[in-house]
């Protein structure tokens, strides 16, 4: 029997517009873009240029500081452009795909050197992050452990039961494959309801039971085994266990995943099977509530997710997309004194806690202006870690390496900060501080 | 759209860069904020917040100041009548006296206070910040009814100024505010501030309630007869030399600082503190816990002196040890910023503020130079709470290898 860990601190926040259980494919748009800044801490180089003809697994740049780090092509086609920015910064890459899907072929082999040249080669190895910094795992550390959560916790996220029930088969591949990298073990994170990820071999297994963020990687790293001074663990997201599991059975490099579309503003919330990187117009035309105002159209969850456009493409990682109002136009009188019934908050200000059946209203306002810290122990609440965070986060502020280092920076991602960010009264904008001192203390370090 | 919305959104370009009156931005727009919600959205990070923010959390501790605001107010009427020997005046003719006798300080501090706030958040380019709201509350709370209107006006000022703006604002001062204000008079002003004439309004207020102080008159507070006793042992008494129960300090028709005297008005704003979370529970619990131990301790050892032999739960009731620990000691900028370092701070300011009473005669109130004390000392705390988990951290490593 796996062992059971209880998460206490946390917090569950309701949105409307869970996907229902059904899945539609969706094909790759005419054109897809990919934008290299959305693989953190790498500085691209480019392979191909205008013109070139791509297979689906071919690369289209490599990360200057790892030569041998691939970054491939989701679709088979030819590029259009380079879309460079200042100082010929690699902006975006444009793709017009082909009708028929082309895959390059890679040999499969089976020593652990081997597959790490394959994964590096085939532009996987990309799927692969590591702790400390929260970036793509670097090739010269063998990992002393993997985790991956089984399951996500934040809103609306996708039902992994669900999406994963006909692709366990790859997924113990993916994991067989992933396992032969690490000096120590390969832990599952299972959700503690139920579990199609139960009779995975191979790996040490552990319940997490309560509220998000209890599907943090980062959280289940930090009551398993947390990251110490020098040491260095891997996540991966279980879908993409599943496209290196597909590379070893198949030999092809095949960036399919199951996305879920949901938000308040969604008409038909569901899964759509399609491709990384793809156009998100075709899921989500015609299928949101609103014509009148302004929406969002978000790559991720509601926490962590990155703001797109809505004929944007998906963000590399994302296997979400989430639509809620923008709120700009929306003008709130005294704000402060109204009992604002339609308004979530997780202190007790707001009678909406004796309410307990009560849907929201979400929007993307902060709905306050910025403050320096002033009520304590609120991010507490929601940071189920051993890790005082408000003291962290005012050393990363003043970029303290020494304090950082020993107030447990190499242990976080800026994902871990998102429900203290959530609920911060002052506003502040923790994930984006916790980005910038985790790259300050990696340029220091490495 | 509203009409309203429509003029402000007509105005607006006024006061942006580049307008007319763009020296007066942040004027705009603590008052645009104050009537509308920021309808700015998030550019990264969370895409959804929590409704709370400093407005609301500042207003909910306004709130909670109110029950002990309008006690204060009908207790000057009453000590005012009671001192003339007008005991039978009605209750809302008492009400009404307070009322004229308090707001006029309310006013001050606010107005005084604010206009620095305002004035400063310009000069910095920043949005007005809310802390004063709390601030410009406490203060008329905190002082004798007969403090003259500018004494308020310049120890405010000082305070806000020297306590506060010269740190950066809200969040970032070290002492609490309202009490360096309290403690600018005290040692500014010493003879409008303590003694037995203060306490209790004698004149009229803008000609109501003018009348003669009765014979035998005695306007001490029953702390300060507790330090100026001779005696091992006083009894508290009225201003005709009436004792009081203990029931009589629970419910506040006491002389004192215009808030401080209901213990029962001010657990009415704690409870509304503690159901919204916005004060510290553990740092409300252990100042008392501090208090009642160390008021025990002098009870059972300390020297014979009236102060040391006032029984410890009347050290909890009287003076201004129930409203330090409820809106001073739980202030979240100045107080102990870890959930450790929480308990130790309010219990030591429990401790020391009996110390102060008990061993040094010449403060009948040692409330706020506790909490003062501990607001220098709240960094300390919080660096062991924050060493300790590092030590952890570290241990861990060694483990491992």
């Not at chain 2, 008990?358 to 919080?382: C, S």
């Amino acid at each position: 029997m796996a062992k059971t860990i209880k998460i206490s601190k946390g917090l569950d926040i309701k949105i409307d517009g869970r996907a229902v259980e059904k899945i539609s494919n969706i094909k790759p748009a005419s054109v897809i873009e990919i934008n290299p800044s959305h693989f953190h801490g790498i500085t691209p180089k480019m392979l191909v240029k205008g013109g070139e003809v791509v297979k689906v697994g071919s690369p289209l740049f490599y990360n200057k500081n790892f030569e041998a780090m691939n970054f491939v092509s989701p679709v088979s086609g030819t590029v259009r452009e380079v879309v460079r920015g200042e100082r010929r910064k690699v902006m975006s890459i444009v793709i017009d795909t082909d009708q028929e899907i082309d895959y390059l072929k890679f040999d499969v082999k089976n020593s652990a050197d081997e597959i790490k040249e394959l994964l590096l080669t085939s532009g996987l190895w990309t799927l692969i992050k590591q702790r400390p910094y929260d970036v793509i795992a670097n090739p010269n550390k063998t990992p002393k452990a993997i985790f991956i959560s089984t399951f996500d916790s934040a809103p609306l996220a996708p039902d992994y039961e669900f999406v994963m029930k006909d692709k366990i088969d790859e997924f113990q591949a993916g994991v067989d494959t992933l396992a032969k990298l690490t000096s120590g073990k390969v832990h599952l994170g299972l959700n503690a309801k139920k579990s199609i990820f139960a009779k995975i071999s191979g790996v040490e297994t552990t319940v997490f039971k309560g509220p998000h963020p209890a599907g943090n990687v980062g959280i289940q790293i930090n009551h398993v085994n947390p990251v110490n001074k020098g040491e260095v663990v891997w996540t991966i997201n279980p879908q993409d266990v599943v496209v290196i599991g597909r590379l070893m059975k198949r030999g092809v490099v095949d960036l399919t995943r199951t996305v879920a579309l949901t938000g308040p503003e969604v008409a038909n919330p569901q899964y759509f099977e399609t491709v990384a990187c793809n156009n998100i117009s075709e899921m989500v035309k015609g299928n949101v509530k609103s014509t009148t105002y302004p929406l969002r159209y978000i790559s991720g969850n509601v926490l962590t997710g990155i703001k797109i456009s809505e004929n944007g493409y998906l963000t590399p990682y994302a296997t979400q997309i989430t639509v809620i109002d923008e709120g700009s136009e929306t003008h709130e009188l005294f704000g402060w004194a109204m009992p604002r019934l339609n308004k979530f908050s997780a202190s007790n200000m707001f009678f909406t806690k004796l309410l307990p059946n009560k849907t929201f209203k979400w929007d993307a306002r902060l709905l306050g202006g910025r403050r320096s810290i002033i009520m304590s122990g609120e991010w507490d609440k929601v940071f189920p870690m051993d890790i005082l965070p408000e003291h962290l986060i005012k050393t990363m502020m003043a970029h303290n390496i020494d304090r950082m280092e020993n107030l447990g920076a190499y242990e976080v991602a800026p994902e871990d900060f998102a429900l203290c960010e959530f609920v911060d009264t002052s506003k502040l904008p923790l994930q984006a501080i916790v980005r910038e001192a985790l790259d300050v203390l990696r340029s220091e370090v490495e | 759209m509203s009409n309203l919305r429509k003029f402000i959104d007509k105005i607006k370009p006024n006061f942006l860069p580049g307008g007319k009156f763009e020296k007066l931005h942040s004027t705009f727009d603590a008052f645009e904020t104050f009537l509308f919600v920021p309808n700015t959205t998030s550019k990264s990070g969370v895409h959804i917040h929590d409704a709370v923010d400093s407005k609301r959390t500042m207003i909910v501790v306004v709130l909670a100041l109110l029950p002990a605001l309008l006690f204060g107010m009908y207790n000057v009427g009453f000590q005012h009548y009671n001192a003339i020997g007008q005991a039978d005046a009605g209750f809302w003719q008492m009400f009404w006296f307070g009322l004229l006798a308090v707001l006029p300080i309310v006013v001050v501090s606010y107005v005084v206070g604010l206009s620095i706030e305002f004035a400063g958040a310009q000069i910095r380019k920043e949005e007005v910040q809310e802390g004063f709201l709390v601030t410009g509350m406490l203060i008329p709370l905190i002082v004798p009814v007969d403090t003259p209107l500018w004494m308020i006006a310049v120890a405010t000022a000082f305070a806000v100024i020297f306590a506060k703006e010269v740190f950066g604002g809200t969040g970032m001062n070290i002492f609490n505010v309202a009490l360096v204000t309290r403690a600018f008079l005290f040692f500014a002003y010493p003879q409008s501030m303590s003694g037995d004439q203060v306490w209790i309004r004698t004149k009229d207020t803008f000609g109501l309630g003018g009348g003669a102080v009765v014979d035998g008159f005695s306007g001490a507070t029953p702390l300060g007869q507790v330090a100026t006793s001779t005696e091992a042992h006083t009894q508290i008494v009225d201003m005709f030399g009436q004792s009081y129960s203990l029931l009589d300090t629970v419910i506040g028709l006491i002389p004192g600082s215009i808030g401080e005297t209901s213990v029962i008005a001010i657990a009415l704003g704690a409870l509304l503190l503690l159901i919204t979370g916005v004060a510290s529970w553990k740092v409300m619990f252990s100042v008392f816990a501090g208090g009642a131990f160390m008021g025990l301790v002098f009870n059972h050892f300390g020297p014979d002196t009236a102060s040391a032999n006032l029984p410890w739960i009347y050290h909890l009731t009287l003076g201004g040890f129930a409203f330090g620990a409820v809106f001073m000691a739980t202030d979240p900028v100045t107080a102990s910023r870890t959930e450790t370092g929480k308990w130790i701070y309010g219990f030591l300011i429990g401790v020391l503020a009996i110390i102060i009473r008990v061993l040094n005669p010449g403060y009948a109130e040692g409330m706020m130079l506790a909490i003062l004390l501990m607001n220098i000392f709240a960094p300390l705390i919080d660096f062991y709470v924050v060493d300790a988990n590092i030590k952890k951290r570290l241990k861990r490593v060694q483990v491992n290898e």
